[in-house]
């Protein structure tokens, strides 16, 4: 019993004993040990397997219809306008020409020169969905799979001496 402590080999219960090296090496002294000293030893070595699973990424091309707006400009055509200027805009920028330039001739006019072309700009910029159109858009998706496999996870030798059967379990 003394030769196992020394090769690192604890007892795991009844008879069973584990290598905590994990090492062939010791497996192999004890087993040279063990024949030499009993002319009885029946000796077998079972490997044991277990099955991992992983998930696997795979790439996917997705395409889908979707509606993407048509945009078109409004109220150019039936809106009041005087020289192409914005009525509603000539209007507001007269009123603030006046208010702000009060010491200054013509201060209205020229207030409403410049609010009839910001408001004339404004709503020719004034833009609205029209419609929808088709269009297909495709994404590059990334999936998982499941995968599973057996792989080796340690072995088991039996084997007697002095008439006892002892396990010693260790990873090749």
Do not use: W
């Not at 702000?100 to 910029?125: F, P, Q, R, Y």
């Not at 159109?133 to 998706?141: A, G, P, V």
């Amino acid at each position: 019993m003394n030769i196992m402590k020394k090769l690192g080999i604890r007892k795991i219960g009844v008879n069973k004993y584990e290598n905590n090296g994990g090492s062939m090496k010791y497996f192999l002294v004890l087993a040279i040990i063990v024949g030499s000293c009993s002319p009885a030893l029946a000796e077998t070595v079972v490997d044991k397997y277990k099955t991992v699973t992983n998930q696997v990424p795979y790439t996917e091309n997705v395409c889908q219809f979707v509606d993407v707006p048509i945009y078109g400009n409004t109220g150019t055509n039936n809106d009041p306008s005087i020289f192409g200027l914005d009525l509603e805009g000539a209007i507001i920028g007269g009123i603030i020409g006046n208010n702000v330039t009060k010491n200054v001739d013509n201060g209205g006019a020229a207030g409403a020169i410049i609010g009839g072309l910001i408001g004339s700009e404004k709503k020719k910029n004034n833009r609205e969905i029209i419609g929808y159109r088709q269009e297909q858009q495709c994404n590059t998706i990334t999936r998982y799979r499941t995968q599973t496999s057996q792989v080796y996870s340690h072995s088991i030798v039996r084997f007697t001496h002095e008439g006892k059967t002892y396990s010693l379990r260790f990873q090749r």
